[in-house]
């Protein structure tokens, strides 16, 4: 039986994604360094396994293709795709079509579309998102890659991905890169919501002194509404489970150092790259690698005592929460303007033509940061075109003055009662900087022109200048 697609590495994704396949209709080979994992998966699914096709070597995993072979790769990023790409071509032929589904640093993902381009083969870099049960029920795809490929993949992607009523939230992005740039920049979003929303329950905590069950009430409320989104519904989840070994609600017992595996800091990187202030996802990154440094902390506690307690003015009534929820709302529309700012940056810089409205809509459902406000998004680019940043769009910046005055009492009230608020204060700072036609730059520039004669631009006339300052 000649398989519709391969997937190479049947680990946590790969294995989700076959299952996905086959689930769909579609006959899947496997090809696993472990080949017991592949025969595990045929005969562990039931009727679904009875469309995976378990292989022993890659020659088997190749021959057992349809031709043009579609080949999925998903292995840990990095050299081992390009192990695993050299180590399959001398078995394929014309028209073959590899894709690379990992997280791949979309600089990677460039390099092979170069290199394969001088083949008679196809190579695709595909962001995947959604987890493990994206994988297996439905992730969110973004696909880079030669565009007439995708033609070949769509009739297998857009039935296995997630459904926003109905609409597949899969795309083709753009070349190359593309697709990974994207996956890349949606994971760094989802470290500036995901802090944002720490955050939060900092205050609620620290600031209300409530109890994790408490909190994760008012975040179910808060999921009713405009916040609605996956992240806040986990939230709630993640407030209300109790330890089973102590009883006690478990995020009290998980320690505060947070995992990272460099999505958010490329996500960081590129955007400085650009000259784009993504300042929340900055702000998200950097606060993870502190949260990491515990043993640091509490050595720094100790010399300046940590501000303990519950403080600040903060009130658990309705309006104190409604004030809570309102910040947060606002600082995520920046949040999300500023990392839609990067994928403009970066469409106009490489030439991708990036559809920002059609990326918003392949992240409506599957993916992580998925809610009903990235439909606002879709429908803020439909309406105005790809402005150049969304805080632009009218219908944001109505939302934004609405909440503009909660963001900006939260942050105080928290700096004032010591409460960390990396993200929320970038957010609120980077507004503030970028609503502002008069900035202090000028100053900079006053100083770079006298210290290294950098030269500077005037209000009042055409050119470049260089002043004689003062000998200093
Ligand atoms: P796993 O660790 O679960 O699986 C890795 C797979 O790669 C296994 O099949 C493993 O084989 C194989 N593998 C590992 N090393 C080698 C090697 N040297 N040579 C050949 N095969 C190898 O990883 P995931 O499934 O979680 O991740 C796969 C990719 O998907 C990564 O790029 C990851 O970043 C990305 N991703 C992961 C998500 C997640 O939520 N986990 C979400 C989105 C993307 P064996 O079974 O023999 O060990």
Same mark, same amino acid.
């Given at each position: 039986r000649l398989a519709d697609i391969g997937v190479l590495g049947l680990g946590t994704m790969g294995a989700n994604l076959a299952l996905n396949m086959a689930e769909k209709g579609f006959v899947v080979a496997g090809s696993n360094r472990t080949a017991e994992k592949a025969y595990a998966l045929r005969d562990d699914n039931g009727a679904v396994g009875q469309n995976i096709v378990p292989t022993d070597s890659i020659e088997q995993f190749v021959a057992t293709l349809k031709t043009p072979r579609l080949i999925v790769f998903m292995v840990p990023a990095g050299p081992i795709v390009d192990e695993e790409m050299q180590r399959i071509m001398p078995l394929l032929s014309p028209g073959d079509i590899m894709i690379?589904? =990992? %997280? #791949?640093?979309? %600089?990677? /993902?460039?390099?092979?579309?170069?290199?394969?381009?001088? /083949?008679?083969?196809?190579?695709?870099?595909?962001?995947?998102?959604?987890?493990?049960?994206?994988?297996?029920?439905?992730?969110?795809?973004? *696909?880079?890659?030669?565009?007439?490929?995708?033609?070949?993949?769509?009739?297998?992607?857009?039935p296995i991905s997630a459904k926003y009523q109905g609409t597949p939230c899969v795309a083709w992005l753009g070349p190359d890169g593309a697709g990974h740039f994207v996956k890349t920049i949606h994971n760094g979003i989802e470290y500036a919501d995901m802090q944002m929303i720490a955050e939060i329950y900092g205050i609620l905590r620290d600031g209300l002194g409530l109890s994790a069950g408490e909190m994760s009430d008012i975040f179910a409320d808060w999921n009713s509404r405009g916040l609605s989104s996956?992240?806040?519904?986990? /939230?709630?989840? %993640? @407030?209300?489970?109790?330890?089973?070994?102590?009883?006690?609600?478990?995020?009290?017992?998980?320690?505060?150092?947070? =995992?990272?595996?460099? !999505?958010?800091?490329?996500?960081?990187?590129?955007?400085?790259?650009?000259?784009? &202030?993504?300042? !929340?996802?900055? #702000?998200? *990154?950097?606060?993870?690698?502190?949260?990491?440094?515990?043993?640091e902390r509490a050595?720094?506690?100790?010399?300046?005592?940590?501000?303990?307690?519950?403080? &600040?003015?903060?009130?658990?009534?309705?309006?104190?929460?409604?004030?809570?929820?309102q910040a947060l709302e606002t600082a995520k529309i920046i949040a999300?303007?500023? &990392?839609f700012a990067v994928l403009s940056a970066a469409s106009e810089e490489r030439g991708w033509n990036l559809p920002l409205g059609e990326i918003a809509r392949i992240w409506r459902a599957g993916c992580i940061i998925r809610s009903q406000f990235l439909d606002d998004i879709t429908r803020a680019y439909e309406a105005s075109g790809p402005a150049a940043n969304l805080l632009h769009a009218p219908q944001f910046v109505e939302r934004v003055k609405a909440g503009e005055t $909660? @963001?900006?009492?939260? *942050?105080?009230?928290?700096?004032?009662?010591?409460?960390?608020?990396? $993200?929320?204060? $970038? #957010?609120?700072?980077?507004?503030?900087?970028?609503?502002?036609?008069?900035?202090? /730059? %000028?100053?900079?520039? $006053?100083?770079?022109?006298?210290?290294?004669?950098?030269?500077?631009?005037?209000?009042?006339?055409?050119?470049?200048?260089?002043?004689?300052?003062?000998?200093?």
């Open positions: 690379d589904a =990992g %997280n #791949a640093d979309f %600089n990677d /993902t460039v390099r092979r579309s170069k290199a394969i381009a001088d /083949t008679p083969f196809h190579f695709v870099g595909m962001g995947v998102s959604g987890g493990e049960l994206g994988a297996r029920h439905g992730p969110s795809i973004m *696909v880079g890659g030669e565009e007439q490929v995708y033609s070949l993949l769509s009739k297998i992607l857009e996956y992240l806040i519904e986990i /939230t709630a989840v %993640n @407030l209300a489970e109790k330890d089973p070994d102590s009883g006690k609600p478990l995020v009290d017992v998980i320690a505060d150092e947070a =995992g990272q595996k460099g !999505t958010g800091r490329w996500s960081a990187i590129e955007a400085q790259k650009l000259g784009v &202030g993504a300042t !929340t996802i900055e #702000a998200a *990154v950097s606060a993870r690698g502190i949260s990491s440094r515990r043993k050595a720094t506690a100790a010399l300046y005592g940590s501000v303990a307690g519950v403080r &600040g003015d903060f009130h658990p009534d309705k309006d104190g929460l409604k004030e809570l929820e999300y303007a500023q &990392g $909660a @963001l900006r009492r939260v *942050v105080a009230k928290a700096a004032l009662a010591g409460i960390p608020m990396p $993200a929320l204060a $970038a #957010a609120l700072s980077y507004f503030d900087d970028y609503r502002r036609a008069r900035g202090t /730059t %000028n100053l900079t520039q $006053a100083q770079r022109d006298l210290f290294g004669a950098h030269t500077f631009h005037r209000l009042d006339q055409e050119g470049v200048f260089h002043h004689q300052w003062p000998a200093v």
